[in-house]
């Protein structure tokens, strides 16, 4: 089983829709969890934390289940700007990156 | 402030040829990290840094690979001799403390293909 698995995607969804991601991850001691999104040939940049209480900045919300060992990202009212791959990463010792899921929102 | 500096950004070399990649790190970040990404894949730690001294380089194959950090500033990560599988994006990331909270900022990339 990998350390951290995410659906690849691809996700094609309409401007205004919801969608969401969701990435598991097989280390119970995992201690810290980022979303970090990909742009098509360029690095990735850090889209938000994920803490325990869940958090929300502006469209994004991201949630961590200990429990079930998963982290999710809900984006809502997407936007043609949103496309681009998001990496969930999980941090124990080291960080480490699931393969990313694919998005492409289209007009 | 400047991002984090990498380079060539480019580098098509053959199979059994050496390579190096410089990174500069963001002023003042302590913690500096080598990454590979193989195409269609996440991002894979090779190696990181604290000052100039190793924290984990469990996953870098050190009998092709080496990196160093003399200066505790930038660094420099070879391949010798370099396979076709090393074909991949290597990034080069810092951050300023070393906790697992941390934020890592990543510089653009180098992009390697070896034929």
């Known amino acids: 089983r990998k350390e951290v698995e995410q659906d690849p995607g691809p996700f094609n969804v309409p401007e205004g829709a919801t969608v969401a991601f969701n990435c598991t991850y097989s280390?119970?001691?995992?201690?810290?969890f980022f979303w970090y999104r990909q742009d098509c040939r360029k690095e990735p940049k850090l889209l938000m934390s994920?803490?325990?209480s869940g958090n929300e900045d502006g469209r994004f919300t991201a949630q961590l289940n200990r429990a079930s060992q998963y982290i999710s990202l809900l984006i809502r009212d997407s936007k043609l700007s949103d496309s681009a791959t998001y990496l969930c990463?999980?941090?124990?010792?080291?960080?480490?990156f699931g393969a990313g899921t694919r998005l492409t929102v289209k007009p | 402030e400047a991002g984090v500096a990498q380079s060539p950004r480019y580098k098509i070399i053959e199979k059994r040829q050496s390579v190096a990649f410089w990174c500069n790190p963001i002023?003042?970040?302590?913690?500096l990290y080598w990454y590979q990404q193989i195409l269609g894949q996440g991002p894979k730690l090779l190696i990181q840094?604290?000052?100039?001294?190793?924290v984990d380089d469990s996953q870098l194959p050190k009998d092709r690979f080496s990196a160093e950090r003399l200066k505790g500033v930038d660094s420099t990560l070879k391949i010798q001799p370099a396979k076709l599988e090393d074909s991949a994006v290597y990034l080069c990331?810092?951050?300023?403390?070393w906790g697992k909270g941390e934020t890592q900022y990543f510089g653009p990339g180098t992009r390697l293909l070896v034929l």
């Open positions: 990331a810092s951050s300023l403390g």
């Open positions: 280390n119970s001691a995992s201690q810290s």
């Open positions: 994920v803490y325990s």
């Open positions: 990463v999980v941090n124990n010792n080291d960080m480490r």
């Open positions: 002023s003042g970040h302590a913690t």
């Open positions: 840094f604290q000052n100039n001294g190793v």
